[in-house]
């Protein structure tokens, strides 16, 4: 009897084994088959092979997440959008809940929420609050499971901060330090992190707040805050910041560029002629890279960079006025800072290939001074390059 049922015992495990293999084989063929079938476009096949995989095998939680990332690229292209993203978010509630400590569902519930706060803001304004706070419930829960993961930080910061502008102070705080986080550790990562943090919030606060103290972040902002037109005006603090770090550093390459422009501009007024002391040709532009590494000659700026001149002045006020033509590219055109003796008196968008006009009003206590025109935001792209042309300049004197 006791041999019997000891068979019975084993025929049963071995017949639950075989049966579970055999699920699990199902499962995972029509998991390929399903991922066949969204590769081609053919959806309505691609989600009755996800479905049939979950029902083989249920306890899997990597089938439901693979059958919501279908369906949350699905939603990209559909009408039902919401209901896609609703399904998806269900089914990654379904996979946490198999596997809580997989870091990856969190993120893509939170994921859910954002898309979602962008129909509601549309049609269900009273939601938005509401989805807001689930989406950085998940986000922490995330990043409870991994503190100290970059893609973790990435994801939430680069999704968080799509609704940075509804966000309460403690949820901004965590999203900006999850992207200055990502930025400290991979400063290379501005090219994806600084556009989406300047469409969603448009303020260049937020910008300041997510970069790290470091040199190279901050010239990576700098570089990105020169290719917007909007931004671009703001390029004073941040260009300060820069200096302030590098005269930390105290390297020897900005030890020899600081040496270069005194010797340009000894030299410069120790040739200054008083008789046409007022006039700059275009040609005696002289001057140095931003990197201090080029030099520029002839008001030619092909680079970020500045160029001097010296002039005569007379007591009272004046006109600086400078010739110049630039080429765009990317709908933007130069953008000229003119500086009289290390002092800003004007800057402008050159917009224009043909030599123009441009004035600048100061008042002066007269004397021999160096006139300086600094160009900022060199660029380009496979057929343009942005350049800047600084030609005769002349002083005026206001009656």
Same mark, same amino acid.
């Given at each position: 009897?006791?041999?019997?049922?000891?068979?019975?015992?084993?025929?049963?495990?071995?017949?639950?084994?075989?049966?579970?293999?055999?699920?699990?084989?199902?499962?995972?063929?029509?998991?390929?088959?399903?991922?066949?079938?969204?590769?081609?476009?053919?959806?309505?096949?691609?989600?009755?092979?996800?479905?049939?995989?979950?029902?083989?095998?249920?306890?899997?939680?990597?089938?439901?997440?693979?059958?919501?990332?279908?369906?949350?690229?699905?939603?990209?292209?559909?009408?039902? &959008?919401?209901?896609?993203?609703?399904?998806?978010?269900?089914?990654?509630?379904?996979?946490?809940?198999?596997?809580?400590?997989?870091?990856?569902?969190?993120?893509?519930?939170?994921?859910?929420?954002?898309?979602? &706060?962008?129909?509601?803001?549309?049609?269900?304004?009273? &939601?938005?609050?509401?989805?807001?706070?689930?989406?950085?419930?998940?986000?922490?829960?995330?990043?409870?499971?991994?503190?100290?993961?970059?893609?973790?930080?990435?994801?939430?910061?680069?999704?968080?901060?799509?609704?940075?502008?509804?966000?309460?102070?403690?949820?901004?705080?965590?999203?900006?330090?999850?992207?200055?986080?990502?930025?400290?550790?991979?400063?290379?990562?501005?090219?994806?992190?600084?556009?989406?943090?300047?469409?969603?919030?448009?303020?260049?606060?937020?910008?300041?707040?997510?970069?790290?103290?470091?040199?190279?972040?901050?010239?990576?902002?700098?570089?990105?805050?020169?290719?917007?037109?909007?931004?671009?005006?703001?390029?004073?603090?941040?260009?300060?910041?820069?200096?302030?770090?590098?005269?930390?550093?105290? &390297?020897?390459?900005?030890?020899?560029?600081?040496?270069?422009?005194?010797?340009?501009?000894?030299?410069?007024?120790?040739?200054?002629?008083?008789?046409?002391?007022?006039?700059?040709?275009?040609?005696?532009?002289?001057?140095?890279?931003?990197?201090?590494?080029?030099?520029?000659?002839?008001?030619?700026?092909?680079?970020?960079?500045?160029?001097?001149?010296?002039?005569?002045?007379?007591?009272?006020?004046?006109?600086?006025?400078?010739?110049?033509?630039?080429?765009?590219?990317?709908?933007?055109?130069?953008?000229?800072?003119?500086?009289?003796?290390?002092?800003?008196?004007?800057?402008?968008?050159?917009?224009?290939?043909?030599?123009?006009?441009?004035?600048?009003?100061?008042?002066?206590?007269?004397?021999?001074?160096?006139?300086?025109?600094?160009?900022?935001?060199?660029?380009?792209?496979?057929?343009?390059?942005?350049?800047?042309?600084?030609?005769?300049?002349?002083?005026?004197?206001?009656?």
């Amino acid at each position: 009897m006791r041999r019997f049922v000891l068979n019975i015992a084993i025929l049963t495990v071995s017949a639950l084994l075989v049966f579970a293999i055999v699920q699990n084989y199902i499962s995972f063929r029509d998991r390929q088959r399903a991922e066949l079938c969204r590769d081609k476009y053919l959806w309505n096949k691609a989600e009755k092979f996800f479905r049939k995989s979950i029902s083989a095998n249920p306890y899997n939680s990597n089938y439901y997440s693979d059958y919501a990332d279908f369906l949350l690229y699905q939603s990209n292209f559909s009408k039902n &959008t919401g209901e896609l993203l609703l399904l998806a978010g269900d089914l990654y509630a379904r996979a946490y809940s198999l596997n809580p400590c997989w870091r990856e569902y969190p993120l893509k519930i939170a994921q859910v929420k954002i898309r979602l &706060t962008g129909i509601a803001g549309k049609e269900f304004p009273k &939601t938005l609050g509401k989805l807001s706070e689930e989406a950085m419930e998940f986000f922490r829960k995330a990043y409870a499971n991994d503190p100290n993961g970059f893609n973790t930080s990435y994801v939430i910061g680069y999704y968080g901060i799509q609704i940075y502008n509804i966000l309460r102070g403690n949820d901004k705080d965590f999203i900006a330090g999850r992207l200055k986080y990502s930025l400290n550790e991979r400063p290379w990562y501005s090219v994806y992190i600084y556009p989406i943090v300047w469409n969603s919030t448009k303020q260049y606060s937020v910008l300041e707040k997510i970069t790290p103290d470091t040199l190279i972040t901050n010239e990576l902002l700098f570089l990105f805050m020169t290719q917007d037109p909007e931004l671009i005006k703001q390029w004073h603090g941040q260009y300060k910041k820069i200096q302030e770090l590098k005269q930390n550093a105290d &390297t020897d390459e900005l030890n020899g560029k600081k040496a270069r422009i005194e010797e340009i501009k000894d030299k410069l007024l120790s040739v200054l002629d008083e008789a046409n002391g007022k006039n700059i040709d275009g040609s005696i532009w002289v001057g140095i890279s931003e990197q201090g590494d080029q030099d520029i000659s002839g008001g030619n700026m092909f680079f970020n960079g500045i160029v001097f001149g010296a002039a005569g002045f007379s007591p009272g006020k004046s006109e600086i006025k400078i010739s110049a033509k630039g080429a765009k590219s990317d709908d933007m055109w130069p953008y000229m800072i003119v500086l009289l003796d290390d002092e800003i008196i004007g800057e402008t968008f050159v917009k224009t290939d043909d030599w123009s006009e441009y004035s600048f009003s100061i008042n002066s206590d007269g004397g021999p001074k160096i006139i300086s025109i600094m160009f900022i935001n060199d660029g380009g792209n496979e057929k343009e390059d942005r350049n800047l042309y600084i030609g005769d300049a002349w002083v005026e004197k206001i009656k």
